[in-house]
């Protein structure tokens, strides 16, 4: 049955004056007066009915109409009328649309008329457009819950925030495949179902008649610039085993689907390359319903579904996130075992109820210094979360140890290499921190910031390696700050500062290694008569001085004073990048020596400490001693545990100390990730 346009029974139809909302999609169809016309349309995409080549000589009118499911939408300028017999006049400035909601049955089965008329009223001719509406919808877990779901609006756009949309997309850097050389991303195929579940789904919806999609193909696409990034495979049954074929990635843009049928195409998606310098981490895919008028010919497209995913960015933890296994490497050899540092550890381990896993000799090649060697970060999507370890360019005996023992099942990897080689000692994670989530301004870091030491900004020196700063900015979530470590001999930010957690107003303090302090407890000292206090008693070889002797040594405190300036230059910056006042920071008493033009730890450097819960092990500092007590250990203890934090002191002197590190940078820890997720923050 026809409808006229007008009539409220069937057929909708819609008037609208110029400038009205235009669809982000439609596709024109030729008129004609001569033979009818035939199409297809995506369902709830316009079809603009191209008129103007066939309007009859003498025509001064027309209307339209449609069957049932078709609606009709007039568009025209303010000045145009529909004239008293419902009819429009033939002014150039209208246009027909149609649009179509509900998908055909059988081909053909939706039907306009566009009848012209004289000056008499008398019919001239009459054009005839048949259609066949389908629907083609390629969708994602747009609204990041786990699920897929259908018919999303603005697909193609991705926003952050609690409100935000658009799908995530994982990196596959771990290892679920037995035998695998390297990263799941590296393999081509699909070796196990756990891989699977590293990927995120992304389903091709069709639905029409059979008939129609044997003359139009459907193709899914990727950009070149995408195509490296991401790896698409094809869920396929074969004899009721599935088969995952590789369709999209590296080296393949486009993948023309066969056999396709009203139902559902499942692809699985993987990503290959996290956000970095030139990758936003947004990827496109496309999936387009082609007119292909001859078999060998390109097609033309008549709609595309785009939707848009994000790679999920590698997030680091902070020492408020809770530990979940210790790393620290076992040395036997040589004439620095770490034995008496390995049971203190231990004793540590146990007061935290912490996992502790000791690395062999043989396996970490006689390096010490696992910290400076990888960060534990994890990357995760609303499907799936796991750990994923960044290996540093620094490449010393641990050099291969992150790869060849800690990828696996779940724990991905990812490094970052400067491309001439040119490293240097803030290329060590030791030299690579992150806060507790903070509020700057009024600005939200649920996730915190990364700490990076760096020279003073207008100066040159030593720098951690561009790929390296490139990647942790390029990550977003946790806007990194650089501060200024370059006046330390190793150079690294854990000699100088840490963060602790606080079970009070702010959730946690910033410790600060501190001249002033240690030379306000030894005066202190000095005046209660015992500047005659040793420090290092019973330790071989070390030089013993006391108090007064200490407090004597201009040299040194001269040496102190160029360190305390530069550690309150630090001190301002973090106050202004992380939004503390004096009440969030906690002065460390610690004293260093120059050498040269830079600056070792006196002695053991108690900001350097490894943070497991309440529970801190800090390096023996080997105080004077006070009434049998170091009265450096007892002013630590003063200072923190009133927060509802317990002090073990654990002896690195020989093992770490003189060797120029400390218990952090002898230990790693793997933490829990955020309950916060990063996509609703907003960088």
Same mark, same amino acid.
């Given at each position: 049955?026809?409808?006229?346009?007008?009539?409220?029974?069937?057929?909708?139809?819609?008037?609208?004056?110029?400038?009205?909302?235009?669809?982000?999609?439609?596709?024109?169809?030729?008129?004609?007066?001569?033979?009818?016309?035939?199409?297809?349309?995506?369902?709830?995409?316009?079809?603009?009915?191209?008129?103007?080549?066939?309007?009859?000589?003498?025509?001064?009118?027309?209307?339209?109409?449609?069957?049932?499911?078709?609606?009709?939408?007039?568009?025209?300028? +303010?000045?145009?009328?529909?004239?008293?017999?419902?009819?429009?006049?033939?002014?150039?400035? =209208?246009?027909?649309?149609?649009? =179509?909601?509900?998908?055909?049955?059988?081909?053909?089965?939706?039907?306009?008329?566009?009848?012209?008329? #004289?000056?008499?009223?008398?019919?001239?001719?009459?054009?005839?457009?048949?259609?066949?509406?389908?629907?083609?919808?390629?969708?994602?877990?747009?609204?990041?819950?786990?699920?897929?779901?259908?018919?999303?609006?603005?697909?193609?756009?991705?926003?952050?925030?609690?409100?935000?949309?658009?799908?995530?997309?994982?990196?596959?850097?771990?290892?679920?495949?037995?035998?695998?050389?390297?990263?799941?991303?590296?393999?081509?195929?699909?070796?196990?179902?756990?891989?699977?579940?590293?990927?995120?789904?992304?389903?091709?919806?069709?639905?029409?008649?059979?008939?129609?999609?044997?003359?139009?193909?459907? *193709?899914?696409?990727?950009?070149?610039?995408?195509?490296?990034?991401?790896?698409?495979?094809?869920?396929?049954?074969?004899?009721?085993? +599935?088969?995952?074929?590789?369709?999209?990635?590296?080296?393949?843009?486009?993948?023309?689907?066969?056999?396709?049928?009203?139902?559902?195409?499942?692809?699985?998606?993987?990503?290959?390359?996290?956000?970095?310098?030139?990758?936003?981490?947004?990827?496109?895919?496309?999936?387009?319903?082609?007119?292909?008028?001859?078999?060998?010919?390109?097609?033309?497209?008549?709609?595309?579904?785009?939707?848009?995913?994000?790679?999920?960015?590698?997030?680091?933890?902070?020492?408020?996130?809770? +530990?979940?296994?210790?790393?620290?490497?076992?040395?036997?050899?040589?004439?620095?075992?770490?034995? *008496?540092?390995?049971?203190?550890?231990?004793?540590?381990?146990?007061?935290?109820?912490?996992?502790?896993?000791?690395?062999?000799?043989?396996?970490?090649?006689?390096?010490?210094?696992?910290?400076?060697?990888?960060?534990?970060?994890?990357?995760?999507?609303?499907?799936?979360?796991?750990?994923?370890?960044?290996?540093?360019?620094?490449?010393?005996?641990?050099?291969?140890?992150?790869?060849?023992? =800690?990828?696996?099942?779940?724990?991905?990897?990812?490094?970052?290499?400067?491309?001439?080689?040119?490293?240097?000692?803030?290329?060590?994670?030791?030299?690579?921190?992150?806060?507790?989530?903070?509020?700057?301004?009024?600005?939200?870091?649920?996730?915190?910031?990364?700490?990076?030491?760096?020279?003073?900004?207008?100066?040159?020196?030593?720098?951690?390696?561009?790929?390296?700063?490139?990647?942790?900015?390029?990550?977003?979530?946790?806007?990194?700050?650089? =501060?200024?470590?370059?006046?330390?001999?190793?150079?690294?930010?854990?000699?100088?500062?840490?963060?602790?957690?606080?079970?009070?107003?702010?959730?946690?303090?910033?410790?600060?290694?501190?001249?002033?302090?240690?030379?306000?407890?030894?005066?202190?000292?000095?005046?209660?008569?015992?500047?005659?206090?040793?420090?290092?008693?019973?330790?071989?070889?070390?030089?013993?001085?006391? /108090?007064?002797?200490?407090?004597?040594?201009?040299?040194?405190?001269?040496?102190?004073?160029?360190?305390?300036?530069? /550690?309150?230059?630090?001190?301002?910056?973090?106050?202004?990048?992380?939004?503390?006042?004096?009440?969030?920071?906690?002065?460390?008493?610690?004293?260093?020596?120059?050498?040269?033009?830079?600056?070792?730890?006196?002695?053991?450097?108690?900001?350097?400490?490894?943070?497991?819960?309440?529970?801190?092990?800090?390096?023996?500092?080997?105080?004077?001693?006070?009434?049998?007590?170091?009265?450096?250990?007892?002013?630590?203890?003063?200072?923190?545990?009133?927060?509802?934090?317990?002090?073990?002191?654990?002896?690195?002197?020989?093992?770490?100390?003189?060797?120029?590190?400390?218990?952090?940078? #002898?230990?790693?820890?793997?933490?829990?990730?955020?309950?916060?997720?990063?996509?609703?923050?907003?960088?």
């Amino acid at each position: 049955m026809l409808v006229y346009l007008q009539s409220q029974a069937a057929a909708s139809f819609t008037c609208s004056r110029r400038p009205r909302h235009i669809m982000p999609q439609r596709h024109v169809v030729q008129m004609s007066t001569s033979h009818a016309s035939y199409g297809v349309c995506v369902l709830g995409t316009e079809v603009f009915l191209n008129t103007r080549r066939c309007t009859p000589k003498g025509a001064t009118s027309f209307d339209v109409h449609a069957t049932s499911a078709v609606t009709v939408h007039i568009t025209h300028s +303010p000045m145009t009328k529909p004239m008293i017999n419902s009819r429009w006049p033939l002014d150039p400035d =209208i246009e027909v649309v149609v649009t =179509i909601d509900v998908t055909s049955r059988t081909v053909n089965d939706n039907k306009v008329k566009i009848s012209y008329y #004289g000056r008499e009223d008398n019919e001239l001719s009459v054009a005839w457009l048949y259609l066949t509406c389908v629907d083609v919808s390629l969708d994602v877990d747009l609204s990041r819950n786990g699920r897929v779901k259908s018919k999303g609006k603005d697909k193609a756009k991705w926003t952050w925030g609690p409100d935000g949309q658009g799908a995530v997309l994982l990196v596959n850097c771990d290892r679920d495949s037995p035998g695998a050389g390297g990263t799941d991303s590296g393999q081509v195929d699909i070796r196990t179902t756990a891989d699977l579940q590293d990927m995120s789904v992304m389903l091709l919806r069709t639905q029409g008649p059979s008939a129609i999609f044997a003359e139009y193909q459907v *193709v899914l696409h990727v950009s070149e610039s995408d195509a490296d990034k991401v790896r698409v495979f094809h869920a396929i049954r074969r004899d009721s085993h +599935p088969h995952y074929k590789p369709v999209l990635g590296p080296g393949k843009l486009s993948y023309v689907l066969d056999d396709v049928d009203s139902g559902e195409n499942t692809f699985y998606v993987e990503g290959l390359a996290f956000p970095d310098l030139g990758f936003s981490g947004l990827v496109s895919f496309s999936a387009s319903l082609l007119e292909v008028p001859h078999k060998n010919s390109p097609g033309t497209p008549i709609f595309t579904d785009t939707v848009v995913f994000r790679v999920a960015p590698w997030i680091m933890t902070p020492n408020t996130q809770q +530990p979940l296994e210790v790393f620290v490497c076992s040395i036997q050899q040589g004439s620095d075992p770490n034995k *008496v540092f390995l049971e203190g550890l231990q004793v540590l381990l146990r007061k935290a109820n912490c996992k502790l896993t000791i690395c062999s000799e043989v396996e970490t090649r006689s390096d010490r210094w696992i910290q400076d060697e990888l960060e534990f970060g994890y990357v995760e999507a609303p499907h799936k979360t796991f750990p994923v370890v960044f290996d540093s360019p620094r490449n010393r005996g641990l050099k291969d140890f992150a790869f060849k023992k =800690i990828l696996g099942p779940d724990f991905g990897y990812v490094t970052r290499e400067p491309p001439r080689k040119d490293i240097s000692s803030l290329d060590s994670f030791g030299n690579l921190d992150v806060s507790p989530p903070v509020t700057v301004r009024g600005k939200e870091y649920p996730l915190g910031r990364i700490l990076i030491g760096s020279p003073l900004p207008w100066a040159s020196g030593r720098r951690m390696s561009k790929a390296v700063r490139d990647f942790l900015y390029a990550q977003k979530v946790q806007a990194p700050v650089e =501060i200024y470590s370059e006046w330390l001999n190793v150079g690294h930010v854990d000699e100088f500062l840490t963060f602790v957690p606080a079970y009070d107003r702010k959730g946690f303090r910033l410790l600060l290694a501190s001249p002033n302090a240690c030379y306000k407890l030894f005066k202190e000292k000095q005046g209660q008569g015992h500047g005659e206090a040793t420090q290092l008693v019973g330790m071989k070889s070390a030089e013993r001085r006391s /108090i007064d002797e200490i407090l004597a040594d201009e040299l040194l405190k001269n040496d102190n004073k160029h360190v305390q300036r530069c /550690i309150d230059w630090n001190r301002d910056l973090l106050k202004q990048e992380l939004g503390l006042n004096e009440q969030d920071i906690i002065d460390i008493p610690q004293l260093f020596i120059m050498k040269g033009s830079r600056a070792d730890a006196l002695f053991p450097d108690m900001v350097n400490m490894l943070v497991l819960g309440r529970h801190l092990g800090i390096p023996k500092p080997f105080g004077p001693l006070v009434g049998g007590q170091c009265c450096l250990e007892e002013r630590v203890r003063a200072l923190l545990e009133p927060l509802g934090l317990t002090c073990t002191f654990i002896d690195d002197y020989f093992s770490y100390h003189v060797l120029s590190g400390d218990v952090h940078c #002898g230990t790693n820890v793997r933490r829990k990730p955020f309950a916060f997720k990063w996509w609703h923050m907003v960088p």
